[in-house]
């Protein structure tokens, strides 16, 4: 059975559309990540699925059962929140015990020391909100979320208030503990780096719909759009034709492949047709070559790798590369990737 299902969703703000007719499944023990710019509509979605934006029209099922018109508090789901919503005048036990009121203190205890010893809470509970860290009082929100043992956790950019040097191990942590207590969740976030880290599977976002769904190496290799290969990285673009069905000229030379070549939207690439060849900077080797045309026209240093900016002919090339090499330099470049990702030029 699956976790989630939505189904035909259509919902907005005073008569003004922001998700349309949205449809989208969630595995058990499943982390889904909802990625997109802002105003896309990321986190209505997120408040639509969890009950606190009402909808026009379609289904929420969760774990097979309608909730679509259910009032929040009984939707069996856990939200936690940008800010974390932590009440400052309670502790951190306080906090983490807010939704327990109608089970007994013995059921509570219980509850609490179980959760506290999950996310690594101990000597912490007597604690007020402004007495903890940003990654102590993210830990509390998320052990208030799973005391009340959700069907469900929804997190909307739980990491961005985390300095960056702990934001990935809070990461690997949180994903650690929906693992072991086999919880899915929907996670919505800016940023690709924790979307790739913290998720089984994205969905890519925009204009209130889902553009593709799969892992984030499929993604990031197999996009369906320029849209989505543009959002997960840089790209580059260079015009081309095919010399064969498995084979295509480009201002790089001809390159050869093991099948025949498709468009990124699965229809076939035809002979006679203007083709965009999509690459990404690291698919590219530079050969330092005084007999190329091919120029460096700018260097930075990005930590891992150099990235290039290159000039052959008329176009312009981005390379990322862990070779030293000076500007100005004379580079033969050489596409190095089994597989050729096609676009139909619209020139």
């Known amino acids: 059975m699956k976790t989630l299902q939505i189904k035909s969703l259509n919902c907005g703000y005073r008569k003004q559309p922001i998700i349309q007719n949205l449809d989208l499944q969630l595995n058990e023990n499943e982390i889904l990540c909802l990625l997109g710019s802002s105003g896309c509509g990321k986190t209505t979605l997120l408040k639509a699925i969890a009950g606190l934006q009402p909808i026009q029209s379609g ?9 679509s018109n259910r009032p929040a508090e009984q939707r069996r789901t856990g939200f936690i929140f940008q800010d974390y919503a932590l009440f400052p005048h309670l502790n951190a036990a306080q906090n983490i015990l807010f939704g327990l009121s109608e089970k007994d203190k013995g ?15 101990e000597g912490l509970l007597q604690r007020y909100p402004h007495e903890l860290s940003g990654g102590q009082q993210q830990r509390v929100a998320i052990a208030r979320s799973l005391a009340c043992q959700p069907k469900l956790l929804l997190l909307d950019e739980p990491f961005s208030n985390i300095d960056t040097q702990v934001r990935r191990q809070m990461l690997e942590k949180i994903r650690q503990i929906l693992k072991q207590q086999k919880m899915s969740a929907v996670f919505v976030t800016h940023s690709k780096e924790e979307a790739f880290v913290f998720a089984d599977r994205l969905a890519i976002m925009a204009q209130g719909n889902i553009l593709q ?13 320029k849209f989505v290969a543009e959002f997960l990285g840089v790209v580059n673009y260079l015009p081309c034709r095919l010399t064969s069905p498995q084979s295509l000229s480009s201002p790089l030379g001809e390159y050869h492949f093991n099948r025949a070549l498709q468009l990124a939207d699965g229809r ?16 590219l080797v530079l050969h330092p070559d005084i007999q190329s045309a091919t120029r460096i026209k700018a260097k930075y240093f990005a930590g891992a790798y150099y990235q290039y900016e290159l000039q052959t002919g008329e176009y312009y090339i981005s390379v990322q590369s862990v070779q030293p090499l000076p500007v100005g330099t004379a580079v033969r470049v050489e596409y190095q990737h089994r597989e050729a990702l096609l676009f139909a030029s619209t020139e």
């Open 107 to 121: 059921e509570q205890q219980e509850i609490l020391e179980k959760i506290t010893a999950l996310v690594q809470l």
């Open 59 to 67: 289904q929420i099922l969760l774990a097979g059962e309608d909730i």
């Open 268 to 283: 076939p690439a035809m002979q006679n047709q203007n083709l965009e060849w999509l690459i990404r900077p690291q698919h």
């Open 213 to 225: 769904t799969g892992s984030a190496e499929n993604l990031y290799h197999r996009p369906n759009s």
